[in-house]
């Protein structure tokens, strides 16, 4: 099975950016997708495609992907924005998940 | 409204089954891959399945073939979730979720998420 590795925990300060890594055996050569989940929540797409936004997701929100490591990157981070984010990839039909990152704003 | 809304979880003992459905409305089901993926308590989020949209084509994380099956109703809007020999570990919430793009390949992001239905396995 396709492995995706996420740190645990990330910290920010209120107004820094913030960027969570996820890497993956040539995940570079594959699409990765980011989720944000709020605690009591359903995910929410925030990033697809490796660098598109869906309608609604503010422009703080960015990603890329080279390598064999995706990052997403939150600009000016706000205290909505805590919460666990999770990488997503295909292993050709397979999906995979990241472990998750917690993101917590300081 | 556009949303998906899963039911049919429950306690189940170990080594029975268990059939969850997700009604989607709001937009043409039939336009769209579907996927079934599901959170343990605490844990993070483990794809489970998808289902093309005429429901021929299906794919299953390696650790489940054999004990789960996807399907779908497009008459009645509907994905299904059958599991047999659940165990313990089965435990967890199962949400339905939507392939992002209308008549893609299946594998781009899930823009639709429903609420998710707990399955709790135990004697």
């Known amino acids: 099975s396709y492995e995706l590795t996420q740190p645990p925990s990330v910290s920010v300060s209120p107004g820094q950016t913030a960027s969570i890594p996820c890497s993956g055996d040539k995940l570079g050569d594959k699409y990765a997708s980011w989720y944000q989940q709020r605690p009591g929540q359903s995910p929410k797409l925030v990033i697809y495609?490796?660098?598109k936004r869906p309608s609604g997701i503010p422009e703080r929100f960015s990603g890329s992907n080279s390598g064999n490591t995706a990052t997403l990157t939150i600009s000016e981070t706000q205290a909505i924005d805590q919460a666990d984010y999770y990488c997503?990839?295909?292993?050709?039909?397979?999906?995979?998940f990241g472990g998750g990152t917690k993101l917590t704003v300081l | 409204d556009v949303q998906l809304v899963e039911s049919g979880g429950g306690l189940v003992p170990p080594g029975g089954s268990l059939r969850l459905s997700c009604a989607a409305s709001g937009f043409t089901f039939s336009d769209y891959w579907m996927n079934w993926v599901r959170q343990a308590p605490g844990k993070g989020l483990e794809w489970v399945a998808n289902i093309r949209q005429d429901g021929i084509e299906t794919h299953f994380v390696d650790s489940l073939k054999g004990r789960f099956t996807i399907s779908r109703d497009n008459n009645k809007r509907s994905l299904y979730l059958q599991m047999h020999s659940l165990r313990v570990d089965d435990t967890a919430l199962y949400y339905c979720?939507?392939?992002?793009?209308?008549f893609g390949t299946g594998r781009d992001g899930f823009d639709l998420w429903g609420q998710g239905t707990m399955v709790t396995v135990s004697s």
């Open positions: 997503q990839a295909w292993d050709t039909t397979i999906g995979a």
């Open positions: 495609q490796d660098v």
């Open positions: 979720a939507r392939d992002r793009a209308t």
